[in-house]
């Protein structure tokens, strides 16, 4: 598959005033890009709130006491990986590369992805060209969710908006144990987009490390006859079930509210890639707002798809910015709560599993 190009941004008003503003923000607060020590308080927050509850599981006697600690500790894993991990894929949480690179590396352990394989998919890809059929793996035809109207329809997907939080659930243990396996050995489409060979070692040494983390160490550490090896592989499941729904649910409705997909043609596309962004994307605000300082600014999704390589801490002014820009130019920004989110992707599924005429 040929490389798909967007129309040159060089001389796109937009750009360039949207690029000025923001380094005008930055300058007239003496600031960079990178996350600060607010954001490092907050991962440390985040990192001692699952370690405690899975030293609080580990120490567990009964089942009832071990599953609600066990599946705390994922998810609170899931949230330091939403504020950290997600920058650092960026090169946006420390000036150092190799302290990106390691810290997406110890953050995706409890998650059991590798996070070599994830940043090509989304940053690579994903960024690049979201919502455009056959590049953004994000979308890509499977036998659950029906995401774009180029994709063809099975009877199934008349239920998809009803069942899709079960799908979201099961993302996380596919990607860990079946996606990321068909990556390792090219058997998936990003062998078509990224020809580097994906590093065997840390790739196994990630999987070990995630089998120890969750399933080892509890095992070892549990009273004899506490808990089964069954009901362990059921917390184990339920866990990251519970953190991928959460993640899910947070972003999927950005690309799915109100918004267009493509299917190119040629070798180029028919607008800019940052006018690209407005076509299928969105920000939200979530209620109250203080909960967005929990969601490492994948709620300002739109605005976070402009400026990939600036920390989350920066995205509330910047949707600002990026509001102020678009009206002037007349480009369609939303920002909508999540009731409306939830309306609108909803609307979606249904609208996507009702069978074409």
Not at 235 to 248: E, K
Not at 257 to 263: G, M
Not at 309 to 330: D, K, N
């Amino acid at each position: 598959m040929g490389k798909l190009r967007f129309r040159s941004s060089a001389e796109l008003p937009f750009r360039i005033d949207l690029q000025r503003a923001a380094q005008s923000y930055l300058a007239e607060r003496g600031e960079h890009r990178f996350a600060d020590w607010r954001v490092g308080l907050k991962g440390a927050a985040l990192a001692a709130l699952s370690l405690a509850c899975y030293v609080l599981a580990l120490r567990a006697t009964t089942m009832w006491s071990f599953a609600p600690a066990y599946i705390a500790a994922i998810v609170m894993a899931m949230l330091l990986a939403i504020n950290t991990l997600h920058d650092a894929a960026h090169g946006a949480l420390f000036r150092n590369a190799r302290l990106n690179q390691w810290l997406t590396r110890a953050a995706s352990l409890p998650m059991g992805i590798d996070a070599d394989i994830w940043t090509r998919r989304h940053v690579r890809l994903h960024h690049t060209y979201p919502n455009v059929d056959g590049y953004d793996l994000d979308i890509e035809p499977n036998p659950f969710l029906r995401q774009t109207p180029f994709q063809d329809w099975a009877p199934q997907f008349r239920f998809q908006h009803r069942y899709w939080p079960l799908v979201a659930a099961l993302s996380l243990p596919y990607l860990c144990w079946y996606g990321d396996w068909l990556d390792l050995l090219g058997k998936s489409k990003l062998r078509q987009y990224d020809n580097q060979p994906v590093p065997v070692g840390g790739f196994l040494l990630g999987k070990l490390g995630h089998l120890v983390l969750l399933l080892v160490l509890p095992w070892y550490c549990l009273p004899a006859g506490a808990i089964g090896w069954g009901g362990l592989l059921l917390c184990y499941l339920a866990g990251l079930m519970a953190a991928s729904c959460f993640l899910v649910a947070m972003i999927l409705g950005t690309h799915w509210a109100e918004v267009e997909f493509f299917r190119p043609e040629g070798e180029e596309m028919p607008h800019t890639w940052h006018e690209h962004q407005f076509l299928t994307c969105c920000d939200w605000q979530p209620r109250p707002r203080a909960l967005g300082h929990l969601l490492g600014g994948l709620h300002l999704h739109l605005t976070h798809h402009l400026f990939p390589a600036y920390s989350h801490r920066h995205y509330p002014a910047l949707a600002r910015i990026v509001e102020q820009q678009a009206q002037r130019h007349g480009l369609p920004y939303r920002c909508i709560g999540y009731q409306g989110l939830w309306r609108a992707q909803q609307n979606f599924l249904r609208g996507m599993g009702r069978r074409p005429e």
